[in-house]
Protein backbone atom coordinates (compact mmCIF):
# COMPACT_ATOMS: atom_id res chain seq x y z
CA UNK A 1 0.00 0.00 0.00
CA UNK A 2 2.65 2.29 1.17
CA UNK A 3 4.58 1.06 -2.06
CA UNK A 4 1.23 2.19 -4.53
CA UNK A 5 1.29 5.29 -2.48
CA UNK A 6 4.67 6.47 -3.39
CA UNK A 7 4.97 5.41 -6.93
CA UNK A 8 1.63 7.91 -7.56
CA UNK A 9 3.10 10.71 -5.55
CA UNK A 10 6.17 10.24 -7.73
CA UNK A 11 3.61 9.98 -10.67
CA UNK A 12 1.79 13.29 -9.78
CA UNK A 13 5.18 14.77 -9.10
CA UNK A 14 7.04 14.05 -12.44
CA UNK A 15 3.78 14.60 -14.71
CA UNK A 16 4.16 18.23 -14.18
CA UNK A 17 7.69 18.33 -14.70
CA UNK A 18 7.08 16.04 -18.17
CA UNK A 19 4.54 18.35 -19.15
CA UNK A 20 6.51 21.61 -18.54
CA UNK A 21 9.68 19.72 -20.64
CA UNK A 22 6.51 19.35 -23.38
CA UNK A 23 5.63 22.71 -23.28
CA UNK A 24 9.15 24.51 -23.36
CA UNK A 25 10.41 22.10 -25.91
CA UNK A 26 7.44 22.21 -27.90
CA UNK A 27 8.05 26.11 -27.54
CA UNK A 28 11.47 25.77 -28.70
CA UNK A 29 10.81 24.07 -31.90
CA UNK A 30 7.97 26.83 -32.83
CA UNK A 31 10.58 29.46 -32.07
CA UNK A 32 13.25 27.78 -34.29
CA UNK A 33 10.73 26.91 -36.91
CA UNK A 34 9.90 30.43 -36.76
CA UNK A 35 13.89 31.36 -36.71
CA UNK A 36 14.25 29.24 -39.81
CA UNK A 37 11.31 30.39 -41.47
CA UNK A 38 13.01 33.90 -40.92
CA UNK A 39 15.96 32.98 -42.22
CA UNK A 40 14.36 31.57 -45.27
CA UNK A 41 12.52 35.08 -46.22
CA UNK A 42 15.13 36.76 -45.39
CA UNK A 43 17.36 34.81 -48.14
CA UNK A 44 14.56 34.48 -50.42
CA UNK A 45 14.82 38.88 -50.21
CA UNK A 46 18.45 38.28 -50.93
CA UNK A 47 18.38 36.26 -53.90
CA UNK A 48 15.37 38.71 -55.05
CA UNK A 49 17.69 41.80 -54.90
CA UNK A 50 20.80 40.03 -56.83
CA UNK A 51 18.46 39.01 -59.25
CA UNK A 52 17.21 42.46 -59.56
CA UNK A 53 20.83 43.78 -59.21
CA UNK A 54 21.98 41.49 -62.29
CA UNK A 55 18.60 42.63 -63.94
CA UNK A 56 19.40 46.22 -63.76
CA UNK A 57 23.53 45.66 -64.73
CA UNK A 58 22.36 44.01 -67.81
CA UNK A 59 19.57 46.48 -69.01
CA UNK A 60 22.88 48.93 -68.11
CA UNK A 61 24.95 47.00 -70.17
CA UNK A 62 22.03 47.15 -73.00
CA UNK A 63 21.82 51.29 -72.59
CA UNK A 64 26.15 51.12 -73.47
CA UNK A 65 26.23 51.60 -69.61
CA UNK A 66 25.73 55.33 -70.28
CA UNK A 67 21.79 55.90 -69.06
CA UNK A 68 20.54 56.31 -66.15
CA UNK A 69 17.22 56.57 -63.63
CA UNK A 70 18.27 59.34 -61.40
CA UNK A 71 20.79 62.69 -61.39
CA UNK A 72 24.26 62.48 -59.30
CA UNK A 73 22.13 62.79 -56.32
CA UNK A 74 20.61 59.80 -56.63
CA UNK A 75 16.96 61.52 -55.55
CA UNK A 76 15.99 63.82 -58.37
CA UNK A 77 14.52 61.63 -61.05
CA UNK A 78 15.43 61.95 -64.85
CA UNK A 79 12.54 63.14 -66.71
CA UNK A 80 10.64 60.89 -69.40
CA UNK A 81 11.77 61.81 -72.45
CA UNK A 82 15.17 63.12 -71.49
CA UNK A 83 17.56 61.36 -74.09
CA UNK A 84 20.01 59.78 -70.44
CA UNK A 85 16.71 58.17 -69.07
CA UNK A 86 17.47 53.98 -68.67
CA UNK A 87 15.77 52.30 -71.16
CA UNK A 88 14.54 48.52 -70.13
CA UNK A 89 14.92 47.77 -73.51
CA UNK A 90 14.33 43.70 -73.04
CA UNK A 91 13.55 43.50 -69.84
CA UNK A 92 10.69 41.95 -68.83
CA UNK A 93 7.84 43.29 -66.53
CA UNK A 94 9.14 46.65 -65.58
CA UNK A 95 7.38 49.66 -64.86
CA UNK A 96 8.95 52.80 -63.64
CA UNK A 97 7.01 54.06 -60.80
CA UNK A 98 6.46 58.09 -59.53
CA UNK A 99 9.45 58.29 -57.52
CA UNK A 100 12.48 57.46 -60.60
CA UNK A 101 12.66 53.28 -59.15
CA UNK A 102 12.21 50.52 -62.03
CA UNK A 103 10.10 47.46 -59.92
CA UNK A 104 9.10 44.28 -60.92
CA UNK A 105 6.73 42.15 -58.69
CA UNK A 106 4.90 38.93 -58.23
CA UNK A 107 1.50 38.64 -56.46
CA UNK A 108 -0.46 35.81 -55.85
CA UNK A 109 -2.65 34.90 -58.24
CA UNK A 110 -0.39 35.44 -60.80
CA UNK A 111 1.28 33.16 -62.89
CA UNK A 112 3.17 30.95 -60.79
CA UNK A 113 5.71 30.19 -63.75
CA UNK A 114 6.18 34.31 -63.11
CA UNK A 115 7.30 33.62 -59.55
CA UNK A 116 11.22 34.19 -58.70
CA UNK A 117 11.16 32.06 -55.43
CA UNK A 118 7.71 30.24 -55.59
CA UNK A 119 7.29 30.52 -51.92
CA UNK A 120 3.76 31.82 -52.85
CA UNK A 121 4.29 35.33 -50.96
CA UNK A 122 4.07 38.43 -52.57
CA UNK A 123 7.71 39.40 -54.18
CA UNK A 124 9.45 42.01 -56.53
CA UNK A 125 12.48 44.11 -56.65
CA UNK A 126 12.87 48.08 -57.36
CA UNK A 127 16.12 49.34 -58.66
CA UNK A 128 17.93 52.66 -59.58
CA UNK A 129 21.40 53.71 -61.39
CA UNK A 130 22.94 57.01 -61.72
CA UNK A 131 26.33 58.53 -61.90
CA UNK A 132 27.62 59.96 -58.60
CA UNK A 133 30.24 61.10 -60.36
CA UNK A 134 31.23 61.30 -63.76
CA UNK A 135 33.36 58.34 -64.02
CA UNK A 136 31.64 56.17 -61.44
CA UNK A 137 28.25 54.47 -61.67
CA UNK A 138 25.83 52.99 -58.40
CA UNK A 139 23.15 50.68 -58.82
CA UNK A 140 20.93 50.01 -55.24
CA UNK A 141 18.37 47.39 -55.38
CA UNK A 142 15.65 46.53 -53.11
CA UNK A 143 14.57 42.70 -53.11
CA UNK A 144 11.15 41.73 -51.54
CA UNK A 145 9.47 38.72 -50.28
CA UNK A 146 6.55 39.47 -47.85
CA UNK A 147 7.36 41.27 -45.35
CA UNK A 148 11.16 40.88 -45.14
CA UNK A 149 13.31 43.55 -47.31
CA UNK A 150 16.91 43.08 -48.53
CA UNK A 151 18.61 46.25 -49.57
CA UNK A 152 21.93 46.12 -51.72
CA UNK A 153 24.40 47.99 -53.87
CA UNK A 154 26.94 48.29 -56.86
CA UNK A 155 29.46 50.62 -57.53
CA UNK A 156 31.71 50.60 -60.57
CA UNK A 157 33.94 52.37 -62.83
CA UNK A 158 33.15 53.37 -66.69
CA UNK A 159 35.54 54.38 -68.93
CA UNK A 160 35.47 54.49 -73.07
CA UNK A 161 36.51 52.00 -75.15
CA UNK A 162 38.16 54.58 -77.12
CA UNK A 163 41.36 55.09 -74.39
CA UNK A 164 42.70 51.91 -76.16
CA UNK A 165 44.47 52.04 -79.19
CA UNK A 166 43.54 48.24 -79.35
CA UNK A 167 40.60 46.63 -76.87
CA UNK A 168 39.56 43.28 -77.49
CA UNK A 169 36.85 41.78 -75.25
CA UNK A 170 38.19 38.27 -75.45
CA UNK A 171 41.75 36.54 -76.69
CA UNK A 172 43.62 39.17 -79.02
CA UNK A 173 45.18 37.90 -82.20
CA UNK A 174 45.85 41.31 -83.34
CA UNK A 175 49.43 41.01 -83.61
CA UNK A 176 50.05 37.94 -85.00
CA UNK A 177 50.70 39.52 -88.31
CA UNK A 178 53.09 38.82 -91.43
CA UNK A 179 54.28 42.39 -91.38
CA UNK A 180 56.14 44.89 -89.74
CA UNK A 181 52.98 46.22 -87.22
CA UNK A 182 53.94 49.47 -85.19
CA UNK A 183 51.55 49.91 -82.13
CA UNK A 184 51.23 52.82 -79.99
CA UNK A 185 48.97 53.10 -77.19
CA UNK A 186 47.09 51.46 -74.56
CA UNK A 187 46.70 47.81 -75.46
CA UNK A 188 44.39 45.44 -73.16
CA UNK A 189 42.59 41.75 -73.66
CA UNK A 190 39.56 40.76 -71.39
CA UNK A 191 40.92 36.87 -72.41
CA UNK A 192 44.55 36.13 -74.02
CA UNK A 193 47.10 38.54 -75.58
CA UNK A 194 49.21 36.77 -78.37
CA UNK A 195 52.03 38.05 -79.01
CA UNK A 196 53.28 36.56 -81.98
CA UNK A 197 54.53 38.05 -85.59
CA UNK A 198 54.86 35.88 -88.37
CA UNK A 199 58.10 35.27 -90.25
CA UNK A 200 57.62 33.72 -93.73
CA UNK A 201 60.10 33.34 -96.72
CA UNK A 202 57.01 33.83 -98.67
CA UNK A 203 56.68 31.40 -101.47
CA UNK A 204 56.08 31.50 -105.36
CA UNK A 205 54.21 29.89 -108.48
CA UNK A 206 57.23 29.84 -110.90
CA UNK A 207 58.87 32.93 -111.20
CA UNK A 208 55.21 34.88 -109.88
CA UNK A 209 55.81 35.71 -106.02
CA UNK A 210 52.70 35.16 -104.62
CA UNK A 211 53.26 36.40 -101.11
CA UNK A 212 56.21 38.54 -100.17
CA UNK A 213 58.82 37.63 -97.56
CA UNK A 214 59.04 38.92 -94.63
CA UNK A 215 62.07 37.59 -92.17
CA UNK A 216 62.37 38.92 -89.41
CA UNK A 217 58.46 39.92 -88.77
CA UNK A 218 58.41 42.67 -86.09
CA UNK A 219 56.09 43.77 -83.60
CA UNK A 220 57.46 47.22 -82.00
CA UNK A 221 54.40 48.21 -79.43
CA UNK A 222 55.23 51.63 -77.57
CA UNK A 223 52.96 51.59 -74.23
CA UNK A 224 52.22 53.12 -71.06
CA UNK A 225 49.93 50.05 -70.27
CA UNK A 226 49.86 46.59 -72.20
CA UNK A 227 47.28 44.55 -70.07
CA UNK A 228 45.59 41.02 -70.30
CA UNK A 229 42.56 39.78 -67.91
CA UNK A 230 44.16 36.45 -69.20
CA UNK A 231 47.86 35.44 -70.46
CA UNK A 232 50.55 37.50 -72.35
CA UNK A 233 51.50 34.45 -74.78
CA UNK A 234 54.51 34.77 -77.13
CA UNK A 235 55.20 31.45 -77.91
CA UNK A 236 52.12 30.78 -80.05
CA UNK A 237 48.71 32.45 -81.53
CA UNK A 238 45.08 31.29 -80.13
CA UNK A 239 44.88 29.02 -83.13
CA UNK A 240 47.85 27.57 -81.50
CA UNK A 241 50.73 27.77 -84.16
CA UNK A 242 54.23 28.03 -82.83
CA UNK A 243 56.53 30.93 -83.35
CA UNK A 244 57.91 31.10 -86.50
CA UNK A 245 60.29 33.71 -85.25
CA UNK A 246 60.39 37.45 -85.12
CA UNK A 247 61.07 40.13 -83.03
CA UNK A 248 58.50 41.80 -80.07
CA UNK A 249 60.15 44.70 -78.19
CA UNK A 250 58.05 46.66 -76.08
CA UNK A 251 58.68 49.94 -75.32
CA UNK A 252 57.24 52.49 -72.27
CA UNK A 253 55.25 55.47 -73.84
CA UNK A 254 56.58 56.73 -77.12
CA UNK A 255 60.57 56.12 -75.98
CA UNK A 256 62.58 55.76 -79.17
CA UNK A 257 64.26 52.18 -78.13
CA UNK A 258 62.87 49.29 -76.67
CA UNK A 259 62.62 48.91 -73.53
CA UNK A 260 62.57 44.77 -73.67
CA UNK A 261 63.14 42.55 -76.54
CA UNK A 262 59.97 40.05 -75.71
CA UNK A 263 61.90 36.77 -76.27
CA UNK A 264 60.80 34.35 -78.59
CA UNK A 265 62.38 31.53 -81.68
CA UNK A 266 65.11 33.76 -82.71
CA UNK A 267 66.87 34.59 -79.24
CA UNK A 268 66.26 30.91 -78.38
CA UNK A 269 62.86 30.60 -76.55
CA UNK A 270 61.34 27.81 -77.92
CA UNK A 271 57.58 26.14 -75.95
CA UNK A 272 55.80 27.07 -73.23
CA UNK A 273 57.95 28.34 -70.35
CA UNK A 274 60.92 29.41 -72.40
CA UNK A 275 59.54 32.67 -73.87
CA UNK A 276 59.59 35.47 -71.38
CA UNK A 277 55.48 35.65 -71.53
CA UNK A 278 52.98 34.62 -68.64
CA UNK A 279 54.33 30.96 -68.69
CA UNK A 280 57.87 31.98 -68.07
CA UNK A 281 59.07 30.50 -64.48
CA UNK A 282 60.12 34.44 -62.98
CA UNK A 283 56.93 36.06 -64.56
CA UNK A 284 55.35 36.58 -60.84
CA UNK A 285 58.96 36.92 -59.50
CA UNK A 286 58.95 40.27 -57.38
CA UNK A 287 62.57 41.09 -57.91
CA UNK A 288 63.16 39.26 -61.92
CA UNK A 289 59.41 39.09 -63.20
CA UNK A 290 57.12 41.40 -65.44
CA UNK A 291 56.48 44.16 -62.91
CA UNK A 292 59.97 44.77 -62.21
CA UNK A 293 61.30 43.90 -66.05
CA UNK A 294 58.64 46.77 -67.65
CA UNK A 295 57.73 48.88 -64.54
CA UNK A 296 54.22 47.88 -64.46
CA UNK A 297 53.83 48.77 -68.07
CA UNK A 298 53.32 44.94 -69.03
CA UNK A 299 50.61 42.96 -66.48
CA UNK A 300 48.04 39.79 -66.92
CA UNK A 301 45.64 37.83 -65.18
CA UNK A 302 47.98 36.22 -62.74
CA UNK A 303 49.33 39.94 -61.67
CA UNK A 304 45.67 41.11 -60.83
CA UNK A 305 44.36 42.23 -64.18
CA UNK A 306 40.55 42.44 -64.47
CA UNK A 307 38.10 42.05 -67.39
CA UNK A 308 36.37 45.16 -67.76
CA UNK A 309 32.57 44.90 -69.63
CA UNK A 310 31.40 45.85 -73.31
CA UNK A 311 28.26 46.96 -74.40
CA UNK A 312 25.84 43.88 -75.14
CA UNK A 313 25.16 42.56 -78.32
CA UNK A 314 21.40 44.26 -77.73
CA UNK A 315 22.76 47.80 -78.03
CA UNK A 316 23.27 47.44 -81.80
CA UNK A 317 20.18 45.58 -82.57
CA UNK A 318 17.37 47.17 -84.35
CA UNK A 319 15.16 48.77 -81.40
CA UNK A 320 18.57 49.05 -79.30
CA UNK A 321 20.38 51.81 -78.36
CA UNK A 322 22.29 53.32 -81.59
CA UNK A 323 18.68 52.75 -83.18
CA UNK A 324 16.95 54.65 -80.47
CA UNK A 325 19.72 57.47 -80.50
CA UNK A 326 19.53 57.65 -83.91
CA UNK A 327 15.71 59.23 -84.19
CA UNK A 328 16.95 62.08 -81.45
CA UNK A 329 17.04 65.30 -83.68
CA UNK A 330 20.11 65.60 -85.87
CA UNK A 331 20.73 61.98 -86.71
CA UNK A 332 19.96 59.62 -89.51
CA UNK A 333 18.51 56.59 -90.25
CA UNK A 334 19.23 54.02 -93.02
CA UNK A 335 17.04 50.82 -93.87
CA UNK A 336 17.28 48.49 -96.28
CA UNK A 337 14.23 49.66 -98.27
CA UNK A 338 15.27 53.24 -98.62
CA UNK A 339 15.28 54.87 -102.24
CA UNK A 340 18.46 55.90 -103.82
CA UNK A 341 19.25 59.48 -103.52
CA UNK A 342 22.18 61.79 -105.05
CA UNK A 343 24.38 60.69 -101.95
CA UNK A 344 22.86 57.10 -101.93
CA UNK A 345 23.16 54.18 -103.89
CA UNK A 346 22.60 50.35 -103.74
CA UNK A 347 25.30 48.73 -104.94
CA UNK A 348 26.25 45.17 -104.97
CA UNK A 349 29.77 43.17 -105.35
CA UNK A 350 30.90 39.83 -103.78
CA UNK A 351 32.57 39.46 -100.71
CA UNK A 352 35.42 36.71 -101.28
CA UNK A 353 36.45 36.51 -97.49
CA UNK A 354 32.60 35.91 -97.15
CA UNK A 355 31.95 33.72 -99.92
CA UNK A 356 29.15 35.25 -100.76
CA UNK A 357 27.20 38.43 -102.48
CA UNK A 358 26.31 41.23 -100.74
CA UNK A 359 24.15 44.94 -101.35
CA UNK A 360 25.25 47.60 -99.25
CA UNK A 361 24.00 51.15 -98.96
CA UNK A 362 26.84 53.58 -100.40
CA UNK A 363 27.01 56.47 -98.45
CA UNK A 364 28.90 59.15 -100.17
CA UNK A 365 30.27 61.71 -97.78
CA UNK A 366 31.04 64.31 -99.89
CA UNK A 367 27.37 64.38 -101.77
CA UNK A 368 25.53 64.20 -98.24
CA UNK A 369 27.35 67.13 -97.40
CA UNK A 370 26.79 69.12 -100.30
CA UNK A 371 23.02 67.78 -100.44
CA UNK A 372 22.83 69.78 -96.64
CA UNK A 373 21.95 65.93 -94.45
CA UNK A 374 24.95 64.72 -92.96
CA UNK A 375 23.87 64.47 -89.64
CA UNK A 376 24.36 67.37 -87.65
CA UNK A 377 24.63 65.68 -84.04
CA UNK A 378 26.85 62.95 -85.58
CA UNK A 379 25.02 59.78 -85.64
CA UNK A 380 24.44 57.64 -88.45
CA UNK A 381 22.46 53.69 -87.52
CA UNK A 382 21.86 51.36 -90.46
CA UNK A 383 20.06 47.97 -90.39
CA UNK A 384 21.47 47.99 -94.04
CA UNK A 385 25.21 47.02 -94.64
CA UNK A 386 26.72 50.26 -95.57
CA UNK A 387 29.62 51.01 -97.42
CA UNK A 388 31.15 54.90 -97.14
CA UNK A 389 33.04 56.20 -99.93
CA UNK A 390 34.21 60.10 -100.93
CA UNK A 391 34.87 60.05 -96.60
CA UNK A 392 38.61 60.98 -96.58
CA UNK A 393 37.39 64.69 -95.70
CA UNK A 394 34.42 64.73 -92.98
CA UNK A 395 32.16 67.61 -92.39
CA UNK A 396 31.94 67.01 -88.80
CA UNK A 397 32.48 64.15 -86.04
CA UNK A 398 30.47 61.10 -87.03
CA UNK A 399 29.75 57.81 -85.28
CA UNK A 400 28.12 55.40 -88.15
CA UNK A 401 26.74 52.30 -86.55
CA UNK A 402 24.99 49.16 -87.37
CA UNK A 403 24.18 46.18 -86.80
CA UNK A 404 25.42 44.88 -89.86
CA UNK A 405 28.44 45.04 -92.10
CA UNK A 406 30.46 48.64 -92.44
CA UNK A 407 32.74 48.79 -95.49
CA UNK A 408 35.05 51.92 -96.02
CA UNK A 409 36.66 52.28 -99.58
CA UNK A 410 39.64 54.22 -99.79
CA UNK A 411 40.91 56.88 -97.30
CA UNK A 412 38.89 57.45 -94.37
CA UNK A 413 39.08 60.55 -91.96
CA UNK A 414 42.74 61.93 -93.60
CA UNK A 415 44.95 63.98 -91.60
CA UNK A 416 45.62 66.15 -93.99
CA UNK A 417 43.06 65.04 -97.36
CA UNK A 418 44.02 68.14 -99.55
CA UNK A 419 47.68 68.66 -98.74
CA UNK A 420 47.38 72.06 -97.16
CA UNK A 421 49.59 70.71 -94.55
CA UNK A 422 46.78 71.16 -91.58
CA UNK A 423 45.71 68.53 -89.34
CA UNK A 424 41.96 68.12 -90.42
CA UNK A 425 40.65 64.83 -89.50
CA UNK A 426 37.93 64.55 -86.83
CA UNK A 427 36.48 62.01 -84.40
CA UNK A 428 35.09 59.59 -85.87
CA UNK A 429 33.96 56.25 -85.36
CA UNK A 430 32.50 53.02 -87.12
CA UNK A 431 31.09 50.60 -84.77
CA UNK A 432 29.25 47.00 -85.49
CA UNK A 433 28.13 44.01 -84.16
CA UNK A 434 29.24 42.50 -87.45
CA UNK A 435 32.79 43.06 -89.35
CA UNK A 436 34.53 46.35 -90.68
CA UNK A 437 35.80 46.18 -93.62
CA UNK A 438 38.75 48.45 -95.40
CA UNK A 439 38.45 48.29 -99.14
CA UNK A 440 41.25 50.21 -101.52
CA UNK A 441 40.76 52.66 -104.17
CA UNK A 442 41.43 50.39 -106.65
CA UNK A 443 38.60 47.69 -105.68
CA UNK A 444 36.12 47.06 -108.30
CA UNK A 445 32.77 45.45 -108.00
CA UNK A 446 32.30 43.82 -110.77
CA UNK A 447 35.85 42.24 -110.41
CA UNK A 448 34.96 41.14 -107.19
CA UNK A 449 32.94 38.19 -109.00
CA UNK A 450 36.08 37.00 -110.68
CA UNK A 451 37.87 34.08 -110.05
CA UNK A 452 41.45 34.16 -110.37
CA UNK A 453 42.88 30.89 -111.16
CA UNK A 454 46.36 29.90 -109.26
CA UNK A 455 48.54 30.88 -112.70
CA UNK A 456 46.83 34.60 -112.32
CA UNK A 457 46.87 35.53 -108.66
CA UNK A 458 44.68 38.83 -108.17
CA UNK A 459 46.10 41.96 -108.91
CA UNK A 460 47.99 44.12 -106.09
CA UNK A 461 45.88 46.52 -104.82
CA UNK A 462 46.56 49.98 -104.87
CA UNK A 463 45.86 53.55 -103.47
CA UNK A 464 46.42 56.65 -105.51
CA UNK A 465 47.91 59.65 -103.83
CA UNK A 466 45.02 62.52 -104.01
CA UNK A 467 47.84 65.31 -104.31
CA UNK A 468 51.29 66.00 -104.87
CA UNK A 469 52.94 65.40 -101.14
CA UNK A 470 50.23 62.33 -100.87
CA UNK A 471 52.06 59.04 -100.15
CA UNK A 472 50.95 56.61 -103.05
CA UNK A 473 49.91 53.29 -101.70
CA UNK A 474 48.73 54.30 -98.03
CA UNK A 475 45.58 53.07 -97.15
CA UNK A 476 44.66 56.02 -94.25
CA UNK A 477 42.22 54.89 -91.82
CA UNK A 478 41.57 57.38 -88.81
CA UNK A 479 39.19 56.01 -86.56
CA UNK A 480 37.84 54.02 -83.76
CA UNK A 481 36.75 50.53 -85.47
CA UNK A 482 34.89 48.65 -83.39
CA UNK A 483 33.09 44.73 -84.68
CA UNK A 484 31.50 42.56 -82.96
CA UNK A 485 33.18 39.02 -84.47
CA UNK A 486 34.96 36.57 -82.57
CA UNK A 487 38.95 35.87 -82.63
CA UNK A 488 39.29 32.64 -84.50
CA UNK A 489 36.49 33.21 -87.44
CA UNK A 490 38.11 31.77 -90.81
CA UNK A 491 36.33 27.99 -91.11
CA UNK A 492 39.20 26.74 -92.62
CA UNK A 493 41.01 26.48 -88.91
CA UNK A 494 38.14 25.63 -87.07
CA UNK A 495 38.81 22.07 -85.96
CA UNK A 496 35.23 20.99 -85.70
CA UNK A 497 33.93 17.70 -86.60
CA UNK A 498 30.54 19.63 -87.64
CA UNK A 499 32.60 22.11 -89.85
CA UNK A 500 33.34 20.28 -93.76
CA UNK A 501 35.99 23.42 -94.40
CA UNK A 502 38.41 22.42 -92.12
CA UNK A 503 41.48 22.06 -93.53
CA UNK A 504 44.19 19.82 -91.56
CA UNK A 505 47.85 21.73 -91.52
CA UNK A 506 49.07 25.15 -93.16
CA UNK A 507 50.17 25.24 -96.92
CA UNK A 508 53.57 24.39 -96.91
CA UNK A 509 55.57 25.84 -100.43
CA UNK A 510 56.81 22.93 -102.05
CA UNK A 511 59.75 24.65 -103.54
CA UNK A 512 61.64 25.70 -100.30
CA UNK A 513 59.59 23.45 -97.21
CA UNK A 514 58.20 27.17 -95.84
CA UNK A 515 55.14 26.73 -93.68
CA UNK A 516 53.47 30.05 -95.42
CA UNK A 517 51.23 30.62 -92.20
CA UNK A 518 48.11 30.27 -94.47
CA UNK A 519 45.98 27.35 -95.39
CA UNK A 520 45.14 25.86 -99.00
CA UNK A 521 41.45 25.80 -98.79
CA UNK A 522 41.73 25.07 -102.90
CA UNK A 523 44.36 23.46 -105.01
CA UNK A 524 45.08 22.63 -108.29
CA UNK A 525 48.10 20.96 -109.92
CA UNK A 526 50.71 22.80 -111.90
CA UNK A 527 53.83 20.59 -113.31
CA UNK A 528 53.43 18.48 -110.86
CA UNK A 529 53.04 20.78 -107.75
CA UNK A 530 50.16 21.26 -105.74
CA UNK A 531 49.73 24.68 -105.53
CA UNK A 532 46.89 26.77 -103.82
CA UNK A 533 43.93 28.13 -106.21
CA UNK A 534 42.30 29.86 -102.85
CA UNK A 535 44.29 30.38 -99.63
CA UNK A 536 42.80 31.39 -96.04
CA UNK A 537 45.06 33.54 -94.06
CA UNK A 538 43.59 33.72 -90.04
CA UNK A 539 44.67 37.48 -89.53
CA UNK A 540 43.01 39.37 -92.48
CA UNK A 541 42.09 42.48 -90.45
CA UNK A 542 38.91 43.51 -92.33
CA UNK A 543 40.48 43.40 -95.92
CA UNK A 544 39.78 41.71 -98.87
CA UNK A 545 42.67 42.46 -101.72
CA UNK A 546 46.18 41.80 -101.99
CA UNK A 547 47.86 44.09 -100.22
CA UNK A 548 51.56 43.53 -101.10
CA UNK A 549 52.63 47.10 -102.18
CA UNK A 550 50.41 49.17 -99.83
CA UNK A 551 50.77 50.11 -96.21
CA UNK A 552 48.20 50.28 -94.00
CA UNK A 553 47.69 53.34 -91.18
CA UNK A 554 45.44 53.95 -88.64
CA UNK A 555 45.20 56.53 -86.07
CA UNK A 556 42.45 55.92 -83.70
CA UNK A 557 41.16 52.48 -81.58
CA UNK A 558 40.21 48.89 -82.32
CA UNK A 559 37.52 47.57 -80.56
CA UNK A 560 36.52 44.19 -80.89
CA UNK A 561 33.29 43.11 -78.89
CA UNK A 562 33.28 39.78 -79.64
CA UNK A 563 29.41 39.66 -79.53
CA UNK A 564 29.00 38.70 -82.85
CA UNK A 565 26.09 35.71 -83.70
CA UNK A 566 28.57 33.47 -86.01
CA UNK A 567 26.56 31.62 -88.80
CA UNK A 568 26.52 27.15 -89.11
CA UNK A 569 29.24 26.35 -90.63
CA UNK A 570 27.73 25.53 -94.31
CA UNK A 571 26.58 29.33 -93.85
CA UNK A 572 22.84 28.15 -94.16
CA UNK A 573 22.05 31.13 -91.72
CA UNK A 574 23.64 33.82 -93.79
CA UNK A 575 22.11 32.41 -97.40
CA UNK A 576 19.37 34.78 -98.58
CA UNK A 577 17.57 32.03 -100.25
CA UNK A 578 17.88 29.30 -97.31
CA UNK A 579 14.63 29.85 -95.16
CA UNK A 580 16.38 30.01 -91.96
CA UNK A 581 18.23 33.41 -93.33
CA UNK A 582 19.05 35.97 -90.77
CA UNK A 583 20.38 39.11 -91.51
CA UNK A 584 22.01 38.92 -88.07
CA UNK A 585 24.10 36.35 -88.34
CA UNK A 586 27.63 36.69 -89.60
CA UNK A 587 29.12 33.88 -92.08
CA UNK A 588 32.17 32.26 -91.50
CA UNK A 589 35.42 33.52 -93.38
CA UNK A 590 37.21 31.96 -96.24
CA UNK A 591 40.21 34.21 -97.19
CA UNK A 592 40.17 33.85 -101.05
CA UNK A 593 41.85 37.31 -102.26
CA UNK A 594 43.58 38.40 -99.20
CA UNK A 595 47.31 38.63 -98.82
CA UNK A 596 48.73 40.91 -96.27
CA UNK A 597 50.22 43.96 -96.70
CA UNK A 598 54.37 44.41 -97.71
CA UNK A 599 56.38 47.23 -97.62
CA UNK A 600 59.71 46.53 -99.03
CA UNK A 601 62.49 46.66 -95.90
CA UNK A 602 64.91 49.23 -97.71
CA UNK A 603 62.57 51.77 -98.19
CA UNK A 604 61.75 52.06 -94.46
CA UNK A 605 57.88 51.28 -93.70
CA UNK A 606 56.08 49.79 -91.91
CA UNK A 607 53.84 47.85 -92.96
CA UNK A 608 50.76 48.32 -90.67
CA UNK A 609 51.27 51.47 -88.10
CA UNK A 610 48.53 51.82 -85.62
CA UNK A 611 48.53 54.67 -83.26
CA UNK A 612 46.26 56.17 -80.80
CA UNK A 613 43.83 59.17 -81.55
CA UNK A 614 43.74 60.79 -78.06
CA UNK A 615 41.02 63.09 -79.64
CA UNK A 616 38.94 60.01 -79.40
CA UNK A 617 38.62 60.57 -75.92
CA UNK A 618 39.27 64.23 -75.13
CA UNK A 619 36.67 65.51 -78.34
CA UNK A 620 34.67 61.99 -78.53
CA UNK A 621 32.69 61.00 -81.34
CA UNK A 622 28.81 61.18 -80.78
CA UNK A 623 27.65 58.05 -78.95
CA UNK A 624 30.82 56.33 -77.55
CA UNK A 625 30.80 52.59 -76.46
CA UNK A 626 31.80 52.31 -72.76
CA UNK A 627 33.49 50.00 -71.04
CA UNK A 628 32.09 49.05 -67.70
CA UNK A 629 34.31 47.03 -64.41
CA UNK A 630 32.50 46.35 -60.87
CA UNK A 631 34.52 47.78 -57.60
CA UNK A 632 32.09 47.03 -55.19
CA UNK A 633 29.27 45.08 -53.36
CA UNK A 634 27.55 45.28 -50.44
CA UNK A 635 24.62 44.59 -48.83
CA UNK A 636 23.21 47.07 -47.25
CA UNK A 637 20.37 45.90 -44.92
Excluded at 228 to 234: L, T
Excluded at 488 to 498: C, E, K, L, P, S
Aim: hydrophobic content about 35%.
Amino acid sequence: MKKRGFLLAMALLVLPIAALMIFSVSRLVLTESGMSMQAQRKMRAFYVAQAGLAAAYHGFGANNYNAVTHEPDGSTNVPAGDPKLYNPYNLPFLTRAADGWYTWAWNPGDPVANSFTGSGQAEGYRFQVYFPDPGHWRIVCEGRVGAMVSRQEQWGELRSAYEYVDFDNGDTSDFNMAENHLVEGPVHANGNMYLRPWSTLGFKILTTTIVEPVTPAQLNMKSSSITAAGKIIRYEDAWGRQDPGGTVSISRGSAAGPLVIMEGRDQGAVGAGNAYDSDHPLWKDTSSGAIPKWGGTVSDGQLGVKKRAVPLRDSLLPGGYYDQKSALPGNLKITPGDADTAWMHTKTFYNQAEDRQVTVKEIDIAAMNAAGVFPSNGLIYSTAPLRIVNGAKLPGPITISSDQTIYTKSDFNMVDPDGSGVDQKLSAALVTSDRVYNLTDSFNDADSFTFHPATSPPAKAVDPPRYATDKPNVVEINAAVVDGQPTTNVRAWANDAANPYFVPSTYVNPLNGEDTGAKAVATTSILGLTVPVKIAYPNSMGYLENLQQCQVVQHGSVVHLRTGKMARYDNADADPTNASYDPLVSPWLTKSYYIPPYADPSLGLITRQQIHDPRLVTQPPPFVPFTSRKLLWRVLN
